[in-house]
């Protein structure tokens, strides 16, 4: 019978003839030394690197995180438009509690007892006037304090003309921010960082207040990377300057900073080994050739009723530090299935060392042709040639063993 045409040699290859690996021992100090080297390679990774360094053989878990945080401390300003006035904790956390984060006011611009009524709006490119002409009434600007009358009004003691609008009075100006900080003296308020963490796979749970720290040791200590690394204390202007930063200059116009707790634990040890470690660093950007509208601040406003039953309120656009607590986390704990699972991966890459060796021998070596010959027998099926002898033992014997 015939064999298959060229068009289907490919597929008859494929569907009815079988490659089995042959074993050749082929004597060369290069190939021999490359082929140790290679496995000792490999079996400094399998060792080195997954095992010792990433520690292969444990389960592993990501953290689970609360935080809660608590500011303390005092301060005293005195200015021609407020006063000699105490500034506490109430006044200058903004709002008292949130979600891992917590922003402390260092700035402020106070507008004091607007009504609402009409008076000129705040003077800038797009509200100055010459004539009611200028003015729409009805309209609303992106920036607009207000609504607009239709009417052009001079603004308080100035020369400039301004449209005039129903808004809270009088509007509020903000085109120069206090320097230095209205309250400059927050570089020495504290920080409490309270955070408990879990990791449900082991079930394992603990806090940054260690439980070695004492109710003494806890009202004295101050955070220092080097004498006390886990004070949960932190010292505001300590926290800005370990980023890298100038408290003085950042509380001016504010900004984002970020506390980072990490807590990497390895559970085959005691649970005493797993501790957290403080990182700080700014998270905004700040970048003089790109300093439009840099900082960070909002306003709010705290409204009164005088006797005759007529609302005001004052407006405070506060500029502040906003502290994000930051957790991250991984715990591992020996486990039987990693530990088989990537023994199971190093034994297979032993077999990179047979495929890079057969590389070099076959496509390299001078006598690739003559190690080709010895490595690829072709076998027809016994079947189809009948009973004929192919080689002899010696010859077998050969095949499998090449000196």
Known sequence: MAGPGKPCAGLYSFLFEYDTPRIVLIKSRKVGLMNRLVQLAILAYVIGWVFVWEKGYQETDSVVSSVTTKVKGVTVTNTSELGPRIWDVADYVIP?????????????????????????????????CRSSENCTEGYIGTHSNGVQTGKCVTYGNSTHKTCEVFAWCPVEDDEYVPKPAFLHNAANFTLLVKNNIWYPKFNFTKRNILPNISKSYLKNCKYNSKTDPFCPIFR?????????????????????????????????KAASHCLPKYTFRRIDNKDSDHNVSPGYNFRFAK???????RDSRTLIKAYGIRFDIMVFGKAGKFDIIPTMINIGSGLALFGVATVLCDIIVLYFMKKKYY?????????????????????SQAETQEGCRIR
């Open 236 to 268: 505001l202007r300590d926290v800005v300057e370990s980023a890298g930063q100038d408290f003085q200059e950042m509380a001016v116009e504010g900004g984002v900073m970020g506390l980072q707790i990490s807590w990497n634990c390895d559970l085959d």
């Open 96 to 128: 008292p509690q949130g979600e891992n984060s917590i922003f402390v006011m260092t700035n402020m611009i106070i507008t004091q007892n607007q009504t609402q009524g009409l008076c000129a709006e705040f003077p800038d490119k797009t509200t100055r």
């Open 303 to 309: 409204y009164y009723k005088n006797a005759a039953g």
């Open 371 to 391: 190690y080709r010959e010895k490595k690829y027998k072709y076998v027809e099926d016994y079947d189809l040639e009948g009973n004929s002898s192919y080689g």
